[in-house]
């Protein structure tokens, strides 16, 4: 199949599939991934944490790769509940959704998010972490995370700060 004129545009198609041509087209196939981000992100701000999760999980599958993407995936996976009370499949879950967001960028609210499951989760449980909670609140403070970006994920998580403060630990 041809197009009439060099650099017009036509959309047609043939035995192997789509096919588009001419110069300066864009292309998109499926669900716009940044339309499910902003979707999730307000359902998190909202409290609804399994919505949020849904359309995180949408954006990724539709090739979103972004550090806040998993971050937030995270946070809504422990639908507003304490880690202490969610099981531990879902502490695994944010736990690896976590450190996929810390393959694209080191962050220190990364590392205050899991020092925050650490501490919750696996030591009031009296369960070994992966990584020792106070291990990923040093590595926080290392990198600089500020008391804003700190509240903003308890904020997010819908529970408040069980954590010492920098004081003790940091």
Known sequence: MTAPGGGSSHVGQDNFGIIITG???????GADPGQHFKAGVDHLRLGLHAKALEDFRLAMNAGAESPDLYYLSAVATLDGRKAFLAPLARIREAEDLIHAALRFEDR????????????????????KAPTPWRVSLARTWSLGVTQDEIDS???????NDPLPRRGRYG
């Open 153 to 159: 994920l308890f904020e997010l998580l819908s529970v």
């Open 108 to 127: 220190g609210v990364f590392h205050y998010f899991l020092a925050y499951l650490g501490f919750d989760y696996y030591e009031r449980k009296s369960l």
């Open 23 to 29: 110069n300066g087209n864009i292309v998109r196939i």
